[in-house]
Structures are given as structure tokens and as C-alpha cells.
């Protein structure tokens, strides 16, 4: 089955999703495919408890809290997310229009294309020693998928960053042993975190080693150890029935380099009025595009996304002039946007919740004591 659509938008992240929102103010209707399970994009997958301090109006807040603000204002058009997949292909059709279809095999018909994929696919760093791509996703994991899948092992975790400690901390408590591995002994993760881990290592309830894996021993298909060079050069074997892998993802175009779109190192070109690539119904918005005086910001993404709109507006229908028109006023826009209004076709304004009084705080409770293993 092939879908229809008006814009088929590649990438879930701040950029794409507020492009959704443009589109829909101009009664344009949007899928969204997006490599990665879940909505958010890189600032979800790399770094969703960070604060960001550079977006309009909201002082601070954290990456996941400016998706979830994101999917909220985006609702009134109903978009449809077409997750963990990703366009494999774009083949424009004779009547202008292109037939997108995607890793999983679904395909969409559509008059154009917004690619506003960060810095393109995100992959895993991965262990690039034998025996590691046989045990993937038994022995070797670059993701917790479900937990519970440690208790009672023998962990070896590698890694320096957040994701690396905290899940640490998360499975001491379950886990039979825990051997962090990390080449460094400073850490890319929240200082209170580090000091816990280093806490627990002191007090034998977990190891830190500092170290480079340089292999795997197995038996039987799984894993029995991870041979480790330290800094001394000495190699060490470690038993591991699990390996927890976290160094990070790297961003890669995928097959969007293969679209024939100009590209400027890893970036594509863009025209900065329009936000148009070399392929006329093709635009791009976000850390993909390129163009002189462009600056790596969500606060830019989201200016690009409102122009790109308004030129993919003026794409689909020749001729015809897209009129600016002001969501305070316009009823058009409170119509998309589902506002009420009063009996004069005001908006009625909700109060903001931010102004009310905080409710008192609760009383401080003891944090239950941790048991060390056994």
C-alpha cells in the first residue's frame, strides 16, 4: 500500500518536529520517518537530561522536556510518526510528484520532501574486535532493551559518558559483579553520578578498570570474558557473561547521499530563502542543511523550518500567494490550531500553569540504603 500526503518530513528531532508544526499552520499534512525508535532525535538519543538554555522564553530545559512541549504543540495536525525506519530511496514520478520508500518497505506518494535529519542516521559505536558482531544483542549490547536480562550476571560495562555510568548505578544493585571499563579515568558524565560510582568501587561494590578492550574470549556461542590492555600494557581477562557497550552514536547520511543532492562536506546545500536542495520538492532544515552564515542551533532549525513552510507552500501551489497571516488573529489559524473562541471569535487563553502558586513541598524522605551484593 502506498500512503498519501502532502510533505513527507525525514527526522523526528526539534528541527522536524516544529516543520510539522509550520506545515500544519499553512493546512499541510506531514508523515515523519525517523530512523530511531522513539521520537526526539539526537537530542533525545544523546543527551535528553541535559539543559538547554537557548530557546525563546524558556529559560532552561532539559532536551526531552522541549520534545515533549514540541509533540504537544504539534498535536492539533495529527501527524502520523513512522518510526525505527528509514527512506531508502526517493524516485521522482512523472507527474511531479516522488515515491518514497523505506528500509521496512513502507512507501509514500508525495509532492514534497523536508529532510531535516540532524546530522543524518545515528549509529552505534561499535566494538570492532572478532566474535563481537556474532554475540550482538545476546552477549553484546549498545542498548538496554530490557533490564532485567542482567540480574545475577557477571556485567562488564564500557564507557565513559552518562549512559555508561548510569546504568551502573541502575544494575549494582541486581547485577552479581560490575567491572566499568573506561579508557580514561575523567568521565564525559554528571559530576554527582561519577562521585557515586567512584563511591561504590571504593567500597567493593563494584570495579573500575582502566583499560582498552582489545578482544573477546567465547565458549559455546556466548561470551566468557573480555581481555582488557591496561594502562600498563599488561592484557587482563575479565569474566563477563554480558558486555554493555555505551560510547556513543555517530551520525552518518546513510543513503541520503545517494539521493544526488549537492552536498558540502556531509551537509546538503541549501538555497537559504527557500531552503530548497538541488532537487526541486526536496528541502532540507536543521544540522543537514548547508548555506553561508549557517549556525549548528535548534534556534536556527527552527527559523528554517518556518521559511522552508511557507516555500513548500508556494512549491505546491504554483501561481497562488501565500498570505502571511498572525495566529493571534487569524481564524484560519485558530481553526488548524483547534483554539476556542469567545462569542466576539477571540481566543479564549487558557491560564499559564507556570503562574500559579507551587503546591508545599513534601516532607524530605530517607533514601532506602543500598545492600551490597554477595
Not at 555510568?165 to 559483579?177: C, M, Q, T, Y
Request: glycine fraction near 10%; charge should be negative; aromatic fraction near 6%.
Amino acid at each position: 500500500m502506498v500512503l498519501g500526503g502532502d510533505v513527507v518530513v525525514v527526522g523526528a528531532g526539534p528541527a522536524g518536529l516544529f516543520q510539522v508544526f509550520e506545515l500544519g499552520l499553512l493546512g499541510l499534512h506531514a508523515h515523519v520517518v525517523d530512523s530511531v525508535p522513539h521520537i526526539g532525535g539526537q537530542c533525545v538519543e544523546l543527551y535528553p537530561d541535559k539543559p538547554i538554555y537557548d530557546i525563546p522564553a524558556i529559560p532552561v530545559c532539559s532536551a526531552q522536556e522541549l520534545i515533549q512541549r514540541l509533540q504537544t504543540q504539534i498535536r492539533p495536525f495529527e501527524p502520523r510518526f513512522h518510526l525505527g525506519d528509514a527512506v531508502k530511496q526517493v524516485a521522482p514520478l512523472s507527474d511531479g510528484q516522488f515515491l518514497v520508500t523505506t528500509r521496512n518497505g513502507t512507501a509514500f506518494q508525495t509532492r514534497a520532501l523536508i529532510i531535516a535529519g540532524g546530522l543524518g542516521a545515528f549509529v552505534w559505536r561499535k566494538l570492532a574486535v572478532p566474535g563481537a558482531d556474532e554475540l550482538e544483542g545476546r552477549s553484546v549490547h549498545y542498548k538496554v532493551a530490557d533490564s532485567h536480562q542482567f540480574d545475577g550476571k557477571d556485567l562488564v560495562i564500557a564507557g565513559g559518558g552518562d549512559a555508561a555510568i548510569d546504568w551502573a548505578l541502575a544494575l549494582v544493585e541486581r547485577a552479581r559483579s560490575i567491572v566499568l571499563i573506561h579508557h580514561s579515568t575523567k568521565f564525559r558524565a554528571v559530576p554527582a553520578h561519577v562521585h557515586e560510582m567512584q563511591q561504590l568501587c571504593a567500597a567493593g561494590r563494584m570495579q573500575f578498570v582502566e583499560g582498552e578492550i582489545v578482544g573477546l574470549e567465547t565458549g559455546q556461542g556466548t561470551l566468557k570474558s573480555v581481555r582488557t590492555r591496561m594502562r600498563s600494557g599488561v592484557v587482563q581477562r575479565i569474566g563477563a557473561d554480558q558486555l554493555l557497550v555505551f560510547w556513543g552514536m555517530h551520525p552518518a547520511l546513510g543513503p541520503i547521499a545517494e539521493w544526488g543532492l549537492e552536498l558540502d562536506q556531509q551537509q546538503i546545500v541549501v538555497d537559504p530563502a527557500t531552503f530548497q536542495t538541488s532537487i526541486p520538492g526536496v528541502f532540507a532544515v536543521g544540522d543537514i542543511c548547508a548555506y553561508p552564515g549557517k549556525k549548528k542551533l535548534i534556534l536556527s532549525g527552527f527559523h528554517e523550518a518556518a521559511l522552508c513552510a511557507f516555500a513548500v507552500k508556494e512549491y505546491l501551489n504554483p501561481g497562488q500567494r501565500v498570505h502571511l497571516q498572525y495566529t493571534t488573529t487569524s481564524p484560519i489559524m485558530h481553526q488548524r490550531l483547534g483554539v476556542a473562541v469567545d462569542a466576539n471569535g477571540d481566543p479564549i487563553v487558557a491560564p499559564d500553569p507556570s503562574t500559579r502558586e507551587p503546591p508545599a513541598a513534601a516532607e524530605p524522605q530517607a533514601r532506602p540504603q543500598r545492600v551490597a551484593n554477595r
